[in-house]
């Protein structure tokens, strides 16, 4: 009965639509809505069916799928099509990363256009361009306090450089990932500046009281998100007279998605950067797009119907164009952004692997691999038709977010092992070689994060400070370790820029007082270009690190069995300085992978019959396919070198040179 609702509903939409709609010929069109028009219809009544207006808002929101659509150009539509016949297309080993910042990397648009070509050279055939929209100058949180939507920041270009970039990256079949800022807007943001003035309209996009008692109730159990430089949860608007909240700094102010309009509006922007090339798009912050009294407002589940409905819209305009989750939640609640009680991903296909990043830092400074295998053992198992972003560094600080229960069950007291982890990387503990600094620390708490390049954060710093080969070569070691876990993990690897040159700490943020509060900078570098040019001679850092990791890339892509599909089998060793797990092809299982690495400043050994007897590992003569030699292997126990790893198969494939 209620689909036959449904269904009515639509027709009576249709009646209504624009004659520059109605009188198009938009068979496909039609036949993605009608497939998606009962979810869409669901969803919408869910979260605003009690509303006057409820058919308005409906129509004019399939309006605005059915006019993007029709901007939507046919090289776009020819790449929805190719990957709605093949929609695990994004699970392929094949897709590598790396995430930058255009002024950072290359000056601008044109700039990055230009090192599309390193790129290549790398293996990266996926770019995460981070925010370049317009954003004040001197509040912009890094581009993520947007003051327009749909345009570029001058600093970067213009939309022409943005479809040349486009152009450029399909022709080397290269995805482009950008993101949307879903929760909030600048407060110069035209919709900000119109609710200052008092524009009703404009007043319901955001959270705007006229005095203190609903604040107060939000303030009691709202966590406070950069307690050292914004603290608390609401900022009084002056002109306006009005207390808007701003979760995160004070001139970001939060949407409204209780408002049907403020949802249009960014499903809107969504397909508006569809349609100039993005193949991925991340949503920002999407752990606090609902906001409900009495609870921390994140991870709400009308957050999740947003995106489920987010994601329901784009399968009709734009169903090639896949999402990242930007959350940095729990294990248990991290899933739930690929959607639950569902195959195939419900919300967004791609989710930070937050808790798999913390863990290995974790082994980093402790040398041993207790928690980052107690914590993959609880890692809960993900849709099959979504995949993980596995990645080491990015624009943002670590945070030690690991759950208190693994923590525990490792033999560590959580408070204690926190603050020496925090004190590791910053430098402040005995022996410590990292070269990192804190990141908001919240003095009432005592928690805190870590900011700081992994070069820095690995010893390489230090090294190079005090000219130590030895230090320098472990730290070289170790930033490959890492890349090889990432690699080889399950899912899409996402390097950070600079990282495969080992880019150290940036301290000039300092000089700039609008930066200088935010430690963060340090770690958001310009690429130096002439040192960069040092990959090409052998035996410097840049070529030692570059090289390898050229290397891993070309490797994993030859290899089914990295194919995510949740093909990993931890493999529990009883040696505390090595992580292991086993990866299947996944339509032959004889095909495996054994993953082996050793975090430790000292060899150790994996006694492989062992993992023979628990049927982990069948009888055959290993390889390690990035050497493309069989490794050391005294009496059936396996020698791993200090900070190094293994790829290893039965199969005959030869390293790729």
């Given amino acids: 009965m209620y689909e036959q609702v449904s269904h009515s509903l639509l027709n009576q939409i249709l009646d209504e639509l624009k004659p520059e709609i109605s009188k198009r010929n938009l068979l496909r069109f039609y036949t993605r809505l009608g497939a998606n028009f009962y979810a869409i219809h669901s969803l919408f009544t869910h979260l605003y069916g009690g509303r006057d207006d409820f058919l308005q ?17 046919d090289e776009l539509e020819m790449l929805d099509i190719e990957r709605e016949s093949n929609h695990n297309w994004f699970l392929d080993q094949k897709w590598v990363g790396m995430a930058l910042y255009a002024e950072g990397f290359a000056g601008d648009l044109k700039g990055v256009r230009n090192k599309c070509g390193y790129l290549s050279e790398l293996g990266i055939n996926m770019l995460h361009i981070m925010p370049m929209l317009k954003c004040p100058a001197g509040a912009s949180d890094g581009g993520y306090a947007i003051s327009d939507f749909r345009d570029i920041d001058e600093r970067y270009g ?54 203190r008692d609903i604040p107060d109730m939000f303030e009691e159990t709202l966590p406070e998100v950069f307690p050292e430089t914004s603290p608390g949860n609401f900022i009084w608007d002056e002109q306006s007279q009005r207390w808007f909240m701003s979760v995160f700094n004070a001139y970001q102010w939060d949407l409204n998605y209780s408002n049907p309009a403020v949802f249009i509006e960014m499903i809107d922007i969504i397909l508006f950067w569809a349609n100039r090339g993005a193949d991925v798009i991340r949503l920002d912050a999407v752990a606090f797009l609902w906001k409900k009294i009495g609870t921390t407002s994140q991870n709400e589940r009308e957050a999740h119907l947003i995106l489920q409905l987010m994601k329901d819209c784009c399968q009709v305009t734009a169903p090639g164009v896949v999402f ?27 989710a930070y692997n937050a808790t798999f990043m913390a863990l290995l830092w974790d082994s980093v400074a402790t040398k041993n691999t207790k928690l980052l295998t107690q914590g993959i053992k609880n890692l809960p198992n993900k849709l099959n038709g979504a995949t993980w972003l596995n990645y080491i560094r990015c624009h943002d600080d670590i945070g030690l977010g690991f759950d208190d229960r693994d923590i525990v069950a490792s033999g560590y007291q959580p408070r204690s092992h926190r603050k020496f982890l925090l004190d590791y990387f910053t430098g402040s503990y005995d022996d410590s070689i990292a070269r990192g600094v804190p990141f908001g620390r919240n003095l009432k708490t005592g928690d805190g994060r870590i900011s700081g390049s992994l070069a820095s954060l690995v010893g390489l710093e230090s090294a190079l400070q005090i000219n130590d080969p030895k230090m320098v070569d472990d730290a070289i070691k170790m930033i490959i370790l890492l890349h090889s876990m990432i690699l080889s993990f399950g899912g ?17 943020y300092l000089q700039d007082e609008n930066k200088a509060s935010d430690t963060r900078w340090i770690h958001r570098p310009r690429i130096d270009w002439e040192r960069a040019e040092q990959r090409h001679h052998h035996g410097t850092v840049e070529h030692r690190i570059f090289s390898a990791l050229q290397k891993l890339i070309g490797v994993r892509k030859t290899i089914p069995a990295f194919a995510d599909f949740n093909n990993r089998e931890l493999v529990e060793v009883d040696n505390e300085h090595l992580f292991a797990f086993i990866r299947n092809h996944p339509e032959h299982q004889k095909e495996e992978v054994l993953v082996v690495a050793n975090f430790d400043a000292s060899p ?17 003569q290993l390889r390690d396919l990035v050497s493309g030699v069989s490794p050391a292997i005294f009496k059936d126990d396996l020698v791993i070198p200090p900070y190094s790893f293994y790829w290893l198969s039965d199969q005959h494939t030869s390293a790729i040179m």
């Fill in 492 to 508: 899409i690897a996402l390097l950070y820029y600079g990282d495969e040159i080992g880019t150290l700490n940036d301290d000039s």
């Fill in 324 to 350: 990242i989750a930007e959350a940095i939640v729990t294990p248990t609640e991290i899933i739930k952004y690929f959607g639950e009680d569902a195959v195939i991903a419900k919300e967004c296909e791609i």
């Fill in 57 to 73: 808002q409906m129509v004019k929101l399939v309006e605005v799928l059915a006019m993007r659509y029709i901007e939507r150009s």
């Fill in 604 to 620: 150790q050994h994996l006694n492989l019959s062992v993992l023979r007897r628990r049927g982990q590992l069948p009888s055959m």
């Fill in 158 to 211: 213009d939309l022409n450089d943005l479809s040349e970039l486009s152009a450029n990256l399909r022709k080397r079949d290269m995805l482009l990932t950008l993101d949307v800022v879903v929760n909030h807007t600048s407060d110069q943001h035209d919709w900000a500046l119109r609710a200052k003035q008092g524009e009703q309209k404009y007043q319901d996009y955001y959270y705007c009281f006229p005095d």
